[in-house]
């Protein structure tokens, strides 16, 4: 078995001082269970300390990292050199940073844009219900949760809004969709037609092309599309 | 260059939040919906509040149901104070343990998605070090979200304080506390993005920055936890509270960091070393691998220090193995299925065929800024700094003592968040004025300026990996004094070398290295503290464990607070244990005196 690996990482890099924009060459001895983070790292320690990417907790939770490797979109936290190598066939890989808000260096992109689209669905419950049980808690039957649960395991890395093949400059996008649709499937939430409107508004889930990339694409395995295809035949109302 | 240290621009808030992790939105929910229309600031590191470490607690939180016939608050106490090696202080381990399920209520409430039973409760599981009866059995006690506990939390508190106008700093850093004749009035701020310095005034300002996890090369924390929120009282003059009191997990997954969960070793799990020998039997000939936490931590090093364990030389951290090919299919499938695919995902690693890296692994931080009940910081003489709070990890009200019960952090920062907006709340409702212009920044400028100007040849990158590998070689789950006298050493000579270390890029938006740099300092700073607070304590206390004292001493029953004006001159203050459970002398009072921590 091979141990390393000799790695090429060709990453889009942005200098903002500049407003200046190409293409930089990395050769990287890599290790086969180094991830791509840790090849990131070890560039800035030992050959360019100004590349810039962004990263939180490396375990793959908080979708900080997500960059696009040779045009998919992923978790950098969570690609090991050997399996990206196995599973794209080369050991050169293009890293661009995810194309859903503008760029602020490298492959950092200014997160409070793409933000904006999950803020604007309101991800919280809007008017709660009163608590059913007598201990204070409301009462949700596993089964009640179990419809909805997966979508709430979503982390807002944008990889699904990166692999969308639906006009960005419109869809709310998908990860956006979800958080909307959690909240009209929640028992708790009193306020189910101001959700219906956003989820079913020109910005909303009829821009969805089913084209399932979100569903490809999501690290955390969520099947992204069967949500919006539940939303698309009006099944996210039906208790 | 200088010019652009100068200050652009200068705002004004009720509330100044340092951090937007668990702690911090629980604590501006709670000011937003008390005090409608206030401005409430939140500043974070990280590029959105929901990419905090709270984000990564799994398992549960502790709580007590009123309603429960079997467990009762007071049990929850006792197994706190136990487990803190009797230096928690009682009169917040009652505070907690008391409004905890009323915190439950208020994250399900708000729409956090708890795990339910076939009724359609709550569902509650058991945890390590939570009894029943005064230790009597195992309880159900912590409620849960599946394996994502925290990010329940965070998406709950985040999405509270969003509904509610809250306005966040992302990728925004607070560099220097403006303090005035014994007041806080805010912070000077570096906005990442823009590469800009700002002032934010403000009537309370909350520390909330998290843990210091990367002080240590092995670590279970997040990358932005530097403990920058620790630096920056000391750089204002004011104390760390128990900075020794640092927790190990014994089991970390070798490489990422993650917790590999105790359930490896009840189902069966053997420790095995370089030589494929099965270790623990020398250790503990009747638990073996079921011994407690920190005996299979001080093993597991023992056998590295002695040249047994094994390294990959993809990360060259030495570590041993954890056997697990022996089990049955059935317990791989059912009982384990979440850690085996954290190997399989980040090692690539079967546990059905592999062996799989773990070693001790430095997981929570039990000390911190120093603060009475209600969350106000105090100096080193414990008066309080006027308008000034601590909340969560970076702060040390002290529910832990020296050591952390399992699902007892995220419990913490849940009710002490609330808690400490109640004062917050009370401070901004009865002050008049805001603070004015007199609250200036002092160093900043210079201590930026150095960073750009710095010329030499170290390497940011490089000392920072010296200084964690030092750390964790020598202050982390044994410590001598010979060990953490030659860290101290290197600590001084690290803090002098990174005055030479430049920088390649000087803009300064988005300037990442800029970051790494200042971060660098900040982890040094917090070092420091651990090292001499740690070689002050000639004990062994909970997860501070000396090879040269291995017992606890009863000449120790105090808190540290270790202050720090020059860089390693550390002056070692102590702070009474609060002991107001056993004074009150009511029922079961016994229980709360110097007990023996065995389990």
Redesign the interface.
Request: hydrophobic fraction near 20%; proline fraction near 7%.
């Given at each position: 078995m091979k141990?390393?690996y000799d790695i090429e990482l060709r990453i889009r890099r942005y200098?903002?001082?500049q407003d200046r924009t190409w293409v930089q060459s990395y050769r990287v001895e890599a290790?086969?269970?180094?991830?791509f983070v840790?090849l990131f790292?070890k560039i800035?320690?030992?050959q360019?300390?100004?590349l810039?990417?962004?990263?939180?907790?490396?375990?793959?939770?908080?979708?900080?990292c997500s960059v696009r490797v040779n045009g998919k979109p992923l978790l950098a936290?969570?690609l090991?050199v050997?399996?990206a190598v196995a599973s794209f066939k080369t050991t050169t890989f293009f890293i661009e940073p995810l194309p859903v808000a503008k760029v602020?260096?490298d492959l950092?992109i200014?997160?409070?844009q793409a933000?904006a689209r999950v803020?604007q669905v309101?991800?919280?419950?809007?008017t709660?219900k009163q608590?059913t049980?007598?201990?204070?808690?409301?009462?949700?039957?596993?089964d009640?949760?179990e419809r909805y649960?997966d979508a709430?395991?979503c982390?807002?890395c944008f990889s699904c809004a990166a692999a969308c093949i639906s006009d960005h400059s419109t869809f709310l996008g998908p990860n956006a969709m979800l958080a909307a649709i959690v909240?009209v499937m929640?028992p708790?939430?009193g306020e189910k037609r101001q959700r219906l409107d956003t989820i079913y508004n020109e910005n909303g889930v009829y821009r969805c092309h089913s084209s399932q990339a979100c569903t490809f694409v999501c690290p955390k395995g969520i099947d992204v599309a069967h949500f919006m295809a539940m939303a698309k035949q009006g099944a996210i109302t039906v208790g | 260059m200088n010019g652009d240290l100068k200050i652009h621009a200068t705002v004004h808030c009720d509330v100044l939040i340092i951090g937007a992790g668990g702690a911090a939105l629980r604590c501006g929910a709670e000011i937003l919906e008390k005090v409608p229309g206030a401005s409430v600031y939140a500043l974070t590191k990280v590029s959105h509040p929901q990419k905090s470490h709270t984000s990564t607690a799994q398992g549960g939180l502790a709580a007590v149901d009123p309603k429960d016939p079997l467990d009762a608050p007071i049990y929850h106490m006792f197994d706190t104070w136990k487990g803190s090696d009797c230096t928690a202080d009682q009169n917040v381990v009652k505070l907690i343990c008391e409004s905890a399920w009323e915190q439950i209520l208020w994250l399900e409430n708000r729409g956090m998605h708890f795990s339910r039973d076939r009724e359609g409760r709550l569902s509650k599981r058991t945890f390590g070090g939570h009894t029943r009866n005064f230790g009597e059995s195992s309880v159900y006690r912590a409620v849960f979200e599946a394996d994502r506990t925290g990010k329940g939390i965070m998406d709950t508190s985040w999405g509270e304080t969003l509904k509610r106008g809250i306005t966040f700093f992302n990728q925004c850093i607070a560099v220097e506390l403006l303090l005035k004749d014994r007041r806080c009035g805010g912070c000077i701020a570096f906005q990442q993005k823009e590469g800009q310095f700002i002032r934010i005034l403000a009537k309370a300002t909350i520390i909330a920055s998290g843990g210091s996890g990367q002080v240590f090369r092995v670590t279970t924390n997040c990358r932005q936890n530097t403990g920058d929120g620790l630096a920056l009282v000391l750089q204002a003059g004011l104390p760390i509270m128990d900075p020794e009191a640092v927790q190990f997990h014994p089991t970390g997954i070798v490489g990422p960091g993650i917790l590999a969960s105790e359930t490896l070793r009840s189902v069966g799990g053997i420790l095995r070393n370089r030589d494929l020998e099965p270790f623990m039997v020398n250790y503990a000939p009747k638990m073996k691998e079921l011994a407690p936490r920190d005996l299979v931590a001080r093993a597991i090093e023992s056998e590295i220090r002695e040249g047994r364990g094994i390294v990959n030389p993809d990360h060259n951290i030495p570590h041993v193995w954890i056997d697990l090919r022996h089990l049955s299919d059935e317990v791989h499938e059912k009982q384990i299925p979440e850690v085996s695919s954290f190997f399989k995902r980040y090692v690539n690693l079967d546990t059905k065929k592999d062996l799989c890296p773990v070693r001790p692994s430095n997981h929570y931080h039990m000390g911190g800024i120093p603060t009475n009940q209600y969350g106000e910081v105090e100096d080193a003489n414990q008066q309080v700094i006027g308008g000034l709070y601590a909340v969560g990890e970076c702060a040390a009200a002290s529910f832990h003592g020296f050591n952390r019960l399992g699902t007892n952090s995220i419990l913490e920062l849940i009710t002490m968040g609330k808690l400490v907006a109640e004062r917050v709340i009370d401070r901004v409702k009865g002050e008049p004025t805001r603070p004015d212009d007199s609250f200036r920044g002092d160093y900043f400028a210079a201590r930026f300026a150095a960073y750009v100007q710095a010329v030499g040849s170290e390497s940011v990158g490089a000392l920072r990996n010296t200084m964690r590998t030092t750390m964790t070689e020598k202050v982390s789950v044994f410590r001598t004094e010979k060990s953490m006298t030659e860290a101290i050493e290197q600590l001084l000579e690290l803090h002098e070398r990174a005055t030479r270390a430049p920088l390649t890029g000087r803009g300064l938006a988005g300037n990442q290295e800029l970051l790494n740099r200042w971060e660098l300092d900040n982890l040094l700073q917090v070092a420091m503290t651990i090292s001499q607070a740690a070689l002050h304590r000639k004990e062994s206390r909970g997860a501070h464990f000396r090879d040269d004292y291995p017992v606890r001493q009863d000449a120790f029953n105090y808190h540290t607070l270790t202050s720090m004006n020059t860089f390693g001159a550390v002056e070692i203050g102590r702070r009474e244990i609060d002991m107001s459970l056993f004074k009150a002398g009511g029922p079961h009072h016994e229980k709360f005196g110097y007990i023996e921590r065995k389990y």
């Open positions: 141990t390393t200098d903002p001082d290790g086969r269970i180094m991830r840790d790292r800035n320690d030992e360019d300390a100004t810039t990417w962004g990263s939180s907790c490396e375990h793959g939770q908080c979708g900080s936290c969570e090991l050997e399996n602020i260096r950092v200014d997160t409070d933000y803020d309101k991800p919280y419950i809007i709660p608590p049980a007598q201990n204070g808690a409301h009462q949700i039957s596993p009640e949760l649960v709430t395991r982390i807002n909240r929640d708790r939430e | -």
